[in-house]
């Protein structure tokens, strides 16, 4: 059995890290011995040397905000891949300088013809998208829905003006911010509908959020949009997409007023993320390319062992 390394930060905030919640207990089920190493503790060489003598197959690391130059170590007895989940803001000032350091990136923002451009070779990068993953982002019994409208995660920038319009407008949001993360699933799990803003932290361009992987499961997705929303459901069918608030309630009342429609909706949304989009399809998809003696797995297989809400 090959083996695998995580390194990652295990816990934010008194609570498993967002890296746990992303992709903990998905290699495993794909065929891998996987281990969970704090960055926590960390120095490099007490990793090194603990590398050595355990040999992984592959490395795979969240980048946070240190440049760890000494991974190039590492590449003498294993292949070691940075997660970049930042990359488009920070492309310049940070993801760029890992490309002679490591054996390649899982790249979740940027655009890969960027990492071209600064001397990557295609087979180094690999595009990867937000998933669902059922051992981290299921709630055993759903709760009654008796939120209608919910918006779970940071209000920064200019979240809180949009969240005060919806609210002036009739339509107020119950907001769960810098909460547990269990508290988010309660939240979600809760709402008919729960919105998800796709301008950056820096306010100046749209990007792909993780949370669309997440809040389409458990309630109908209203979000604005980024490019490439539709790889992960389709507008008007699978989720409400909107430009204005004004068009965003409009689409809700619909809904309200016609239930069995919301419930399609909804139904069409947790269909898509199950057959198509949770994390074991993704790493499936991800290992096939980094690991050359890799077989698919049957992911519908594995999906079995969990109780899904279809």
């Known amino acids: 059995m090959k083996k695998i390394v995580w390194l990652l930060k295990t816990q934010e905030n ?30 490099p060489e007490t990793f090194y040397q603990e ?5 992984p197959d592959f ?10 130059t000494e991974f190039i170590k590492l590449r003498e007895f294993t292949k070691i891949y940075v997660v970049q989940s930042d990359d488009d803001w920070r492309f310049d000032s940070y993801a760029k300088f890992y490309i002679p350091l490591v054996d390649g990136t899982i790249s979740y923002q940027a655009e890969k013809q960027w990492y071209l451009d600064n001397g990557a070779i295609p ?9 669902f993953n059922p051992n981290t982002m299921m709630v055993d019994t759903p ?13 920064y920038g200019e979240r809180e003006t949009l ?19 269990g508290q988010l699933l309660n939240l979600w799990g809760r709402s008919k509908f729960s919105l998800c803003f796709t301008k950056s932290s820096q306010g100046n361009f749209r990007q792909k959020k993780g949370r669309i992987a997440e809040i389409g499961y458990h309630s109908v997705l209203v979000s604005e949009p980024f490019k490439g929303i539709e790889e992960y459901f389709e507008p008007g069918k699978e ?19 016609n239930p069995e429609e919301y419930d399609q909706m909804l139904n069409l949304s947790r269909k898509r993320i199950w057959e198509t989009n949770t994390v074991f399809h993704q790493w499936d998809n991800i290992m096939s390319k980094i690991d050359y003696m890799y077989q698919n797995q049957d992911i519908n297989k594995i999906l079995d062992n969990y109780s899904k809400t279809i």
């Not at 992303?22 to 503790?41: A, C, D, H, K, R």
């Not at 590398?51 to 040999?55: A, C, L, T």
């Not at 969240?163 to 993360?181: M, R």
């Open 51 to 55: 590398m050595k003598e355990y040999k």
């Open 59 to 68: 490395i795979f690391h969240p980048c946070y905000d240190k440049m760890h």
């Open 239 to 257: 989720f409400i997409i909107f430009e204005t608030i004004n068009e965003a309630i409009e689409k809700i009342k619909y809904y309200e007023l």
């Open 163 to 181: 969240i005060q319009e919806f609210t002036t407008k009739g339509y107020p949001v119950t907001i769960a911010s810098n909460v547990q993360y």
């Open 123 to 131: 087979e180094q990068i690999i595009s990867a998208k937000w998933a």
């Open 14 to 43: 008194g609570e498993y890290s967002s890296a746990v919640i992303f992709w903990y207990g998905i290699l495993e089920q794909l065929g891998y011995e996987v281990i969970y190493y704090p960055y926590e503790t960390y120095e």
């Open 143 to 155: 709760p009654e829905k008796d939120i209608l409208l919910s918006h779970g995660g940071g209000l």
